[in-house]
C-alpha cells in the first residue's frame, strides 16, 4: 500500500489526501451506525416496527438525492464542492441527532440531512476514479486500497461507537463524528483537486444514463440490493440479538464489527490484487457464497466464539462485494463514473430499505432469530442473481 501511496511525489499527495478523506468519513459514518437501532431503542424510545421504519423512510431519501445530485455531477459543476456541501450537511447532522430525541423532526430534518451527507461517499469515489483515470494509475488497486479505508475505520468506528455511547452517551459520540467531518471538509477543501468532465448530450435518455436498460446492470442492481439487505439486516438486528436473546454483552456487538472490518482490509486488498487474473464476475459469486455461508452459520452457532471465528465469512463477503461490486458497476457503464458509483450506493440504499420493512416487521412479529432465516434466503437469492451477470 505505501509502495502504491508513493509512486512519484507530486501524486502522492493526492493520493494520501484521498485515502486520508476517506478514512476520517468512514470514522465518522462507523460512529453513528452500529449504534442507531440502540440509539432509537433506548434514547428515542421507540419500537422495533419505528427502528426499522426510520432506517426505510432515510434508505428512500438518500436515494431520491443522490440520484439527482449524481445526474448533475456527470455533467457539468465542480464535484469537489458539492463534496464539500455533502459533508458540511454531515456536521449539520451529526449537531442535529447530539441534541435532539424527538422522533418526528429526526425521521424528516434528520433524515434529510443525512440523504445529503451520504451522497459525498460516492461522490469522493467517483472523484477518485476520474482522478486516477486521468493520471494513468492503476484504477482497480488504487480504488481496492481507497475502499479499504472504510474498513480499517470500521475497525476503529463501532468499539469507539459503543465505548463513546455507552461510557458518555450519545451526545458525546454524535459530537465526536461532527469534529471528524468538520476535519475531512479542511482536507477536502485545501488537498482534493476538482477534475473536468465531458457534458452529457441533452437529450440522452435517463434509461441511458441509469443504465438500466442493459440487462446486467439490472441484474447487478437487483443481486447488489439483496446483498445489502442482507447486511444492513443483520446490521440493524445484531446489537439487539444478541444483548436481548442471547445475553451476551452489548459491546460484543462493536467487537464482532471491528472484527470484521479489520478482516476485510486483506481481503478486499487480495481482491483487488487478483481480479486480472480471475475476473469479477467469479470473485463476485465467490464473496456472495461465503455470505450464504455466514448468515446460515448465524442461524446454527450462538456462541460468542463462534460469532467471532463467522466474522471471517462476514469479511470476505463485504470486502470484496464493496470493493470490486463498485467497479463491474463502472465497467458495465463506461464514461459514466457518478452515475455508476451511485447506482452501486442505490442499490445498498434500496436495500436499506427492504431491510428496515422487513427487520421492524419480522422482530416485533417474530422474535430477532427469525430474521436470520429470512436473511439466509435472501443471501442465496443474490447468489442466483450475481451467477448471471457477465463480465464488465
Given at each position: 500500500?505505501?509502495?502504491?501511496?508513493?509512486?512519484?511525489?507530486?501524486?502522492?499527495?493526492?493520493?494520501?489526501?484521498?485515502?486520508t478523506v476517506a478514512f476520517m468519513m468512514g470514522v465518522a459514518g462507523a460512529l453513528q451506525a452500529p449504534t442507531l437501532s440502540l440509539f432509537l431503542t433506548r434514547e428515542v424510545e421507540v419500537r422495533p416496527f419505528w427502528v426499522g421504519l426510520f432506517y426505510?423512510?432515510?434508505?428512500?431519501?438518500?436515494?431520491?438525492?443522490?440520484?439527482?445530485?449524481?445526474?448533475?455531477?456527470?455533467?457539468?459543476?465542480?464535484?469537489?464542492?458539492?463534496?464539500?456541501?455533502?459533508?458540511?450537511?454531515?456536521?449539520?447532522?451529526?449537531?442535529?441527532?447530539?441534541?435532539?430525541?424527538?422522533?418526528?423532526?429526526?425521521?424528516?430534518?434528520?433524515?434529510?440531512?443525512?440523504?445529503?451527507?451520504?451522497?459525498?461517499?460516492?461522490?469522493?469515489?467517483?472523484?477518485?476514479?476520474?482522478?486516477?483515470?486521468?493520471?494513468?494509475?492503476?484504477?482497480?488497486?488504487?480504488?481496492?486500497?481507497?475502499?479499504?479505508?472504510?474498513?480499517?475505520?470500521?475497525?476503529?468506528?463501532?468499539?469507539?461507537?459503543?465505548?463513546?455511547?455507552?461510557?458518555?452517551?450519545?451526545?458525546?459520540?454524535?459530537?465526536?463524528?461532527?469534529?471528524?467531518?468538520?476535519?475531512?471538509?479542511?482536507?477536502?477543501?485545501?488537498?482534493?483537486?476538482?477534475?473536468?468532465?465531458?457534458?452529457?448530450?441533452?437529450?440522452?435518455?435517463?434509461?441511458?444514463?441509469?443504465?438500466?436498460?442493459?440487462?446486467?446492470?439490472?441484474?447487478?442492481?437487483?443481486?447488489?440490493?439483496?446483498?445489502?439487505?442482507?447486511?444492513?439486516?443483520?446490521?440493524?438486528?445484531?446489537?439487539?440479538?444478541?444483548?436481548?436473546?442471547?445475553?451476551?454483552?452489548?459491546?460484543?456487538?462493536?467487537?464482532?464489527?471491528?472484527?470484521?472490518?479489520?478482516?476485510?482490509?486483506?481481503?478486499?486488498?487480495?481482491?483487488?490484487?487478483?481480479?486480472?487474473?480471475?475476473?469479477?464476475?467469479?470473485?463476485?459469486?465467490?464473496?456472495?457464497?461465503?455470505?450464504?455461508?455466514?448468515?446460515?452459520?448465524?442461524?446454527?452457532?450462538?456462541?460468542?466464539?463462534?460469532?467471532?471465528?463467522?466474522?471471517?465469512?462476514?469479511?470476505?463477503?463485504?470486502?470484496?462485494?464493496?470493493?470490486?461490486?463498485?467497479?463491474?458497476?463502472?465497467?458495465?457503464?463506461?464514461?459514466?463514473?457518478?452515475?455508476?458509483?451511485?447506482?452501486?450506493?442505490?442499490?445498498?440504499?434500496?436495500?436499506?430499505?427492504?431491510?428496515?420493512?422487513?427487520?421492524?416487521?419480522?422482530?416485533?412479529?417474530?422474535?430477532?432469530?427469525?430474521?436470520?432465516?429470512?436473511?439466509?434466503?435472501?443471501?442465496?437469492?443474490?447468489?442466483?442473481?450475481?451467477?448471471?451477470?457477465?463480465?464488465?
Open positions: 500500500m505505501l509502495w502504491f501511496l508513493t509512486k512519484g511525489r507530486r501524486l502522492n499527495l493526492v493520493y494520501v489526501a484521498f485515502m426505510t423512510v432515510n434508505a428512500v431519501a438518500g436515494i431520491v438525492i443522490s440520484l439527482l445530485l449524481a445526474r448533475r455531477s456527470d455533467s457539468r459543476g465542480d464535484r469537489r464542492k458539492l463534496i464539500m456541501f455533502c459533508c458540511a450537511m454531515a456536521v449539520a447532522n451529526c449537531i442535529l441527532f447530539a441534541f435532539n430525541r424527538h422522533y418526528l423532526t429526526l425521521i424528516t430534518a434528520g433524515v434529510f440531512l443525512a440523504a445529503l451527507a451520504n451522497t459525498s461517499m460516492p461522490q469522493i469515489f467517483a472523484l477518485a476514479r476520474e482522478y486516477a483515470d486521468r493520471s494513468a494509475r492503476e484504477v482497480v488497486m488504487f480504488s481496492s486500497v481507497m475502499r479499504a479505508q472504510l474498513s480499517l475505520a470500521w475497525v476503529i468506528g463501532p468499539p469507539l461507537s459503543f465505548m463513546l455511547a455507552l461510557n458518555y452517551g450519545f451526545t458525546t459520540m454524535f459530537l465526536s463524528a461532527a469534529g471528524i467531518f468538520a476535519l475531512s471538509l479542511l482536507i477536502i477543501f485545501f488537498a482534493l483537486p476538482s477534475v473536468p468532465r465531458i457534458e452529457q448530450a441533452a437529450d440522452k435518455d435517463i434509461t441511458q444514463v441509469s443504465g438500466w436498460q442493459d440487462r446486467n446492470v439490472r441484474y447487478l442492481f437487483i443481486a447488489s440490493m439483496l446483498m445489502w439487505t442482507c447486511n444492513t439486516m443483520y446490521i440493524i438486528d445484531m446489537p439487539l440479538w444478541i444483548s436481548q436473546d442471547l445475553g451476551l454483552p452489548d459491546k460484543l456487538a462493536g467487537v464482532l464489527m471491528g472484527t470484521a472490518a479489520g478482516l476485510e482490509i486483506p481481503a478486499m486488498l487480495l481482491a483487488g490484487y487478483y481480479v486480472k487474473r480471475f475476473g469479477k464476475r467469479p470473485m463476485m459469486v465467490f464473496a456472495v457464497g461465503a455470505g450464504v455461508v455466514f448468515y446460515v452459520g448465524l442461524v446454527l452457532f450462538h456462541s460468542r466464539t463462534a460469532l467471532l471465528i463467522l466474522q471471517l465469512f462476514n469479511a470476505i463477503f463485504i470486502g470484496i462485494v464493496a470493493g470490486i461490486g463498485m467497479l463491474w458497476f463502472q465497467d458495465l457503464m463506461p464514461g459514466r463514473a457518478g452515475s455508476a458509483t451511485t447506482l452501486f450506493t442505490n442499490s445498498i440504499s434500496t436495500g436499506v430499505i427492504l431491510a428496515g420493512v422487513i427487520q421492524g416487521a419480522l422482530a416485533e412479529s417474530f422474535g430477532h432469530g427469525s430474521v436470520y432465516w429470512v436473511i439466509s434466503g435472501i443471501a442465496l437469492a443474490a447468489l442466483v442473481l450475481t451467477s448471471r451477470v457477465r463480465e464488465g
